[in-house]
């Protein structure tokens, strides 16, 4: 399969705080790019990272990415009940290919 | 600007109909991919369409087509379903060609397909 692999799976935590999802790729790469997804609805974009990059922020998300491990990290600090979603790293070469996604869930 | 926009939203069929599936992009958007979503299998890569051309293709059989109008608005058809076809089905919208620049993909909100 050509698709990349998350971990965890799934993830619970108390609001307050950070979460760290994980997600390797097998595919040369242009971009790494994170999603979001709210139960069986349609993904929303959360943040790009160019394969010559290594970090990126973007308000409480930051993201890392290692071209030599083939693999990224999403961090999202102080979680908020409204961040329990599904979370997909996609690997943009000539194509969008989806990690299985981490299903977080943040309790009140 | 409105946004991807799928019709329908929710579907029933029986096993050995077709159907077809609409997407329209965001205005000034000429590349649409579409996927398809199952708990099993996650987010798989059917086919991307940029310009009326088709640019990749996933792996599926060949029941699975799709095309791209001049106006970029696409259609996927599903022919002779199976049970296995039941799964969301989302479709994409950028701005270019996923093959040539780092552009992010805007999602529609799927439409659910159930065979039956």
């Known amino acids: 399969s050509q698709q990349g692999e998350e971990d965890p799976q799934a993830l619970s935590i108390q609001e307050g705080e950070n979460a760290t999802m994980n997600c390797s790729y097998k595919?040369?790469?242009?971009?790494l790019q994170w999603y979001r997804q709210n139960s069986g609805r349609g993904l929303v974009h959360l943040i790009l990272?160019?394969?010559?990059?290594r970090e990126k922020h973007s308000g409480r998300l930051r993201v890392t990415l290692d071209t030599s491990k083939k693999s990224s990290s999403l961090l999202i600090t102080a979680s908020r009940a409204a961040d329990t979603a599904s979370y997909f790293c996609?690997?943009?070469?000539?194509?969008?290919?989806f990690g299985q996604g981490t299903e977080l869930s943040v309790k009140p | 600007k409105a946004g991807v926009t799928q019709t329908p939203r929710y579907l029933i069929k029986t096993r050995g109909q077709q159907v077809t599936l609409s997407c329209s992009p965001i205005s000034g958007h000429r590349s649409v991919s579409w996927y398809q979503q199952t708990p099993g299998q996650g987010l798989q890569f059917l086919f991307e369409?940029?310009?009326?051309?088709?640019?990749n293709k996933g792996n599926f059989p060949g029941r699975f087509s799709g095309r791209q109008f001049s106006n970029s608005r696409s259609e996927m058809n599903v022919s002779t379903l199976e049970l296995g076809d039941s799964a969301l089905y989302l479709c994409?919208?950028?701005?270019?060609?996923?093959?040539?620049?780092?552009?992010?993909?805007?999602f529609g909100q799927g439409t659910r397909l159930t065979v039956v």
């Open positions: 369409y940029f310009s009326e051309t088709q640019r």
């Open positions: 996609a690997a943009q070469g000539g194509k969008l290919i």
């Open positions: 595919t040369s790469i242009n971009n």
């Open positions: 990272i160019r394969s010559n990059e």
């Open positions: 994409a919208s950028s701005v270019l060609s996923g093959g040539a620049v780092n552009t992010e993909a805007f």
